[in-house]
């Protein structure tokens, strides 16, 4: 008697190990990815894109740690992450940080790597099961739309800045990308399947090469710029207000106060960039859980910029007005990069009383932009001092160091920035002085 069977459905295509191995791949492109792309903040001159990154990592975090909370869901007890047979995709993603230039490393996000991770999410909704696997759904389809969105943001910007740039540094941005491009083409992509073995194609001194093996293949250091990029529409200077090199100059009341406020937070451009160095610099060390909340730590410093920038806007002030500082970012450099980490805790914990105060002055002047801002400002921060703490005293904890004495780190750091404080020449007082007058003077014109 032959037996009879009800027909299965498109619906079973993946298995439930199946479809962990997939997101898996997917998390792990995308972790590499944020890391890429925190360690690039401070080699990137361009000031939308500068302010404009640290949210798309962000959103590239979240995806990531939904992406990885599933895959344990879905293999639990197992709570393992391995690389595997995505080793080749990984590395070729690692290596794309050695672009030679802004241009080419943001060319590969946007033609290269971003459309990758979207088609494999379009993919993936297309053949997936939306019942079994329906909690998927729900961050994938988010996934999707921020991608896209990602795209097309970045590769605007591209051609503004393009069309800036000169032949040489755009014929290197085309040919590192498209080297990239036919990299991952030769590999399967990032798809749903496992990347194919590909034959090293890398150029004589690329920086692109792979395994054909699978197994991990040597990679050339990328390291995150010391001296940041900046972008030449604004003043570039070491120190943005007079008050940094010279305490007799008042902080101000009224407008003076306001101004000084909006520049400010302007110049938490050093903390954008100081917290993309962290992230890259940590990554390794510290694992998956910091890097989530380091992502959420270099989005919340970009917002801070942001909102000084649009309030001097807002007020009438051009670009070239504006000063855009350094001094404490370099005082940083050559250190090891735990003083960084130490450095934004430091100005977290310091500052954090004043902007209350802040708060309470806007109020009086009637000044709901300024006010808003700094009482946003002020939620941050209290999360970032929790930030700070718990992953200082972790890093503390890896060198064998007692995890709860940041005596050494705070004085290391007071010291590294009062010797760069202490290097101000009499021209670059002049300097400042002078744009911060100009920037006082006009406020008057137009009271």
Not at 156 to 178: F, H, K, M, S
Not at 199 to 225: H, K, L, N, R, T
Not at 409 to 414: L, P, S
């Amino acid at each position: 008697m032959t037996k009879t069977y009800l027909p299965g459905t498109e619906r079973g295509k993946y298995m439930r190990y199946d479809t962990a191995v997939i997101l898996k791949r997917l998390y792990l492109c995308e972790k590499e990815l944020v890391i890429s792309e925190a360690g690039w903040i401070p080699g990137i001159p361009y000031f939308d894109m500068k302010t404009i990154l640290p949210k798309i990592l962000w959103e590239d975090a979240m995806t990531a740690n939904a992406l990885r909370e599933r895959v344990f869901e879905l293999r639990f007890p197992s709570r393992i992450l391995e690389v595997g047979e995505d080793q080749q995709l990984i590395d070729l993603i690692k290596q794309a940080r050695l672009a030679p230039n802004a241009l080419a490393f943001l060319s590969t996000l946007a033609h290269v790597f971003k459309p990758a991770l979207l088609q494999a999410y379009v993919s993936y909704l297309s053949l997936a099961d939306y019942i079994g696997d329906g909690p998927t759904y729900r961050f994938m389809n988010l996934a999707v739309e921020e991608k896209r969105r990602q795209i097309h943001e970045i590769r605007q910007l591209l051609e503004r800045e393009r069309a800036r740039a000169g032949q040489a540094e755009r014929d290197l941005a085309e040919r590192w990308t498209n080297e990239c491009k036919e990299r991952l083409q030769a590999m399967g992509g990032i798809g749903l399947d496992t990347p194919q073995a590909a034959a090293d194609q890398g150029e004589a001194g690329s920086g692109i090469s792979s395994s054909a093996s699978g197994e991990a293949s040597p990679i050339a250091s990328f390291v995150p710029e010391e001296t940041p990029a900046r972008d030449n529409r604004f003043t570039n200077v070491r120190f943005y207000w007079p008050d940094n090199v010279d305490p007799s100059f008042p902080y101000g009341e009224g407008f003076q106060l306001q101004l000084r406020s909006a520049v400010s937070h302007l110049n938490e451009i050093w903390a954008v960039e100081n917290a993309g160095h962290v992230l890259y610099s940590f990554a390794e060390e510290l694992g998956w859980e910091f890097i989530y909340d380091a992502a959420r730590w270099v989005y919340d410093e970009s917002r801070h910029c942001r909102m000084g920038y649009e309030r001097l806007k807002s007020w009438g002030f051009e670009e070239a007005e504006l000063p855009l500082g350094t001094y404490i970012y370099d005082s940083c450099k050559g250190q090891d990069p735990i003083y960084r980490l130490g450095m934004l805790f430091y100005f977290e914990s310091k500052n954090i009383g004043k902007k209350l105060d802040r708060i309470k002055n806007f109020a009086s002047m009637n000044d709901r932009t300024s006010q808003h801002d700094m009482d946003f400002d002020w939620a941050d921060e209290t999360i970032h001092t929790s930030y700070g703490k718990t992953w200082l005293s972790a890093a503390l904890k890896k060198r064998g160091q007692d995890p709860d004495d940041y005596t050494e780190i705070k004085e290391v750091c007071e010291s590294i920035v009062k010797r760069t404080v202490e290097t101000a020449t009499a021209e670059e007082k002049e300097q400042i002085t002078a744009i911060a007058n100009r920037m006082i003077a006009k406020v008057k014109a137009v009271q």
